[in-house]
């Protein structure tokens, strides 16, 4: 009986301090615990709702298909958007043109619209065309189908080749022949500074 009543006392003695050791562990952890700063918070996200809804737009669209004189066209950009004419127009774009002989060309442009039902892109803004024959072209404005190989530029051109450097006033690029070859012609008062390649030792 008398180991009995102990274990009861006991049982009835942990009742009670079991609980006051608890309370006590949870206000010392309360009291140490350092204050929540909300401009602590994590920054999910610093996109500008409002903004994007006012002004929808694509992050980094791509665009790739075959154009009906067989070549290979992909273009990129960094940011696209819809205008208000129901077009579009994008920043920072770049156009790849393969011909079927494997001829490279490429335009790259800070700024483009693609017109509603024009089917064209207007390349401006330090527009630079390079092809894979060796030509590096600069000039302010550039139009590339969409459809076809077809790029033109009716502004001045300063370009460097395998022949040199020349000026001129437009510059138009075709696909011409069987193997639907990249031909580039420039136009509107040619000059060419001729610089002959080295000969072989």
Do not use: C
Not at 43 to 51: G, H, I, R, S, T
Not at 66 to 81: F, K, N, P, W
Not at 118 to 129: E, F, I, S, Y
């Amino acid at each position: 009986m008398a180991r009995l009543d102990r274990h009861s006392r006991l049982v009835a003695w942990l009742k009670i301090v079991l609980p006051l050791i608890a309370l006590a562990i949870l206000s010392t952890l309360f009291l140490l615990s350092r204050r929540i700063d909300p401009q602590d918070a994590i920054p999910f996200a610093e996109v500008d709702v409002q903004d994007r809804a006012r002004e929808p737009r694509l992050t980094a669209p791509a665009y790739s298909g075959t154009t009906r004189d067989g070549a290979a066209l992909t273009v990129i950009a960094a940011e696209a958007r819809p205008d208000a004419g129901g077009g579009a127009s994008a920043q920072r774009l770049v156009a790849r043109l393969v011909a079927p002989d494997g001829q490279v060309t490429e335009v790259t442009a800070d700024h483009a619209d693609l017109p509603q039902g024009a089917g064209d892109l207007v390349l401006t803004g330090a527009v630079t065309v390079t092809t894979s024959t060796g030509y590096r072209i600069a000039t302010p404005r550039v139009t590339a189908a969409l459809d076809r190989t077809l790029v033109t530029g009716d502004g001045p051109v300063t370009a460097t080749g395998p022949l040199g450097t020349l000026t001129a006033g437009g510059l138009r690029l075709t696909a011409e022949g069987p193997e639907r070859s990249h031909v580039l012609v420039f136009n509107a008062g040619v000059k060419l500074i001729y610089r002959p390649a080295p000969a072989a030792p």
